[in-house]
């Protein structure tokens, strides 16, 4: 039982490439969500999903892109990278975070 | 729009000293959930408070909801050196159902 895994831990792009951030989770439960966390800052919610086949903005969305095909996972598609979207990036299963994945947009 | 305000943004206190930090939010929440991150670490569900005026105990840490169920504060009596990290509100707006989170309270602890 791993709970919400993410991948890759670390990443550097340069700008304009594209990425998917992979979140999974184990605990069959529908409610996921995707955080971004800037230096010294709290968590903003991306996107979120109460279930496969559903997806919600949260506060900042803009850049990115979600699907929900499966119950288990998650993925955050990054198109256009940015230099505002070096952060580092939570995946959640209901209260329980994911390790997070470490971004650098160069 | 919809904000959770949360105070202080730094404590440094002595090892031994009590420690609080405090959540508000502008709007009423359904309920409202606390998280602990160590530097590096990602957060680390505490607790959740659903009931207005609830207060809920965990060894040294005591966490409370207010009446109106817009404000929630979580103390730590005689903190050690494993409380150093952030801690985070997160309120689950009544509204519209979305999580926001404040912006953390990071402790230091002095030895």
Partial sequence: NAGVTQTPKFRILKIGQSMTLQCTQDMNHNYMYWYRQDPGMGLKLIYYSVGAGITDKGEVPNGYNVSRSTTEDFPLRLELAAPSQTSVYFCACRQYFGPGTRLTVT | ?111
């Fill in chain 2, 1 to 111: 729009g919809q904000q959770v305000m949360q105070i202080p943004q730094y404590q440094h206190v002595q090892e031994g000293e009590d420690f609080t930090t405090y959540c508000n939010s502008s709007t009423t929440l359904s309920n409202i959930q606390w998280y602990k991150q160590r530097p590096g670490g990602h957060p680390v569900f505490l607790i959740q408070l659903v009931k207005s005026g609830e207060v809920k105990k965990q060894k040294r840490l005591t966490f409370q909801f207010g009446e109106a169920k817009k404000n929630s504060s979580l103390h730590i009596t005689a903190t050690q050196t494993t409380d150093v990290g952030t801690y985070f509100c997160a309120g689950r707006m009544k509204r519209d159902d979305k999580i926001i989170f404040g912006k953390g309270t990071r402790l230091h602890i002095l030895p």
